[in-house]
């Protein structure tokens, strides 16, 4: 079946730590979202890319980092210079077209503790 | 720039009676509009989407959107409230920016469903 994955769909990780939230598709999608979800604020966009070899930053990027290497594989890092890292982690693909919608992942739950 | 704006952060319904979530938005384009579900720690299930054909767009679960461009609305209606309807609506546009259409979310709306 197509979709998306996203692994692992619990993360813990100790303040400090760098940690990797992975997200891969068999969608043929060309672009590629991630968001970030907090009680009472919607989904923000930290990154996106349209293609393979480029991305750009969202609305609130510091402290995160991505790449995208290969189309199916679009990871997120999360790193210690982000401050309040604790978040439901959502990664979004669609084709880059008008009137298309994007399909979504079972997100990641982390908790920096 | 696009912007949306879902004017009631939590709305509670009785089982059988009509619902109602309003989504204002703000867009330099024609936008494409969405409505998406999301039940507690899951990811996110398109309603229905509007694309600039019909006004009045149908979707699955037999929730329903009004596109109104001079209101600048897009509100989600539903007649009768089931218990599985409850969970978080968000509402969402789309417009060519920044060199793609990106999706832009509003804050989201908690349907409550009263027994």
């Known amino acids: 079946d197509g979709g998306i994955t996203q692994s692992p769909k619990y993360l813990f990780r100790k303040e400090g730590q760098n940690v990797t939230l992975s997200c891969e598709q068999n969608l043929n999608h060309d672009a590629m979202y991630w968001y970030r979800q907090d009680p009472g604020q919607g989904l923000r966009l930290i990154y996106y890319?349209?293609?393979?070899?480029?991305?750009q930053k969202g609305d609130i990027a510091e402290g995160y980092s991505v790449s995208r290497e290969k189309k199916e594989s679009f990871p997120l890092t999360v790193t210690s210079a982000q401050k309040n890292p604790t978040a439901f982690y959502l990664c979004?693909?669609?084709?880059?077209?008008?009137?298309?919608?994007?399909?979504f992942g079972q997100g990641t739950r982390l908790t920096v503790v | 720039a696009q912007s949306v704006t879902q004017l009631d952060s939590h709305v509670s319904v009785s089982e059988g009676t009509p619902v109602l979530l309003r989504c204002n938005y703000s867009?330099?384009?024609?936008?494409?509009l969405f409505w998406y579900v999301q039940h507690p720690n899951k990811g996110l299930q398109l309603l229905l989407k509007y694309t600039s054909a019909a006004t009045l767009v149908k979707g699955i679960n037999g929730f329903e959107a009004e596109f109104k461009k001079s209101e600048t609305s897009f509100h989600l209606t539903k007649p009768s409230a089931h218990m599985s309807d409850a969970a978080e609506y968000f509402c969402?546009?789309?417009?060519?920016?920044?060199?793609?259409?990106?999706?832009?979310f509003g804050r989201g709306t908690s349907l409550i469903v009263h027994p």
């Open positions: 867009s330099s384009y024609s936008p494409s």
């Open positions: 890319s349209q293609i393979v070899n480029d991305f």
């Open positions: 969402v546009v789309s417009e060519r920016g920044r060199g793609s259409y990106i999706p832009t």
């Open positions: 979004a693909s669609s084709i880059r077209q008008e009137g298309v919608e994007a399909f």
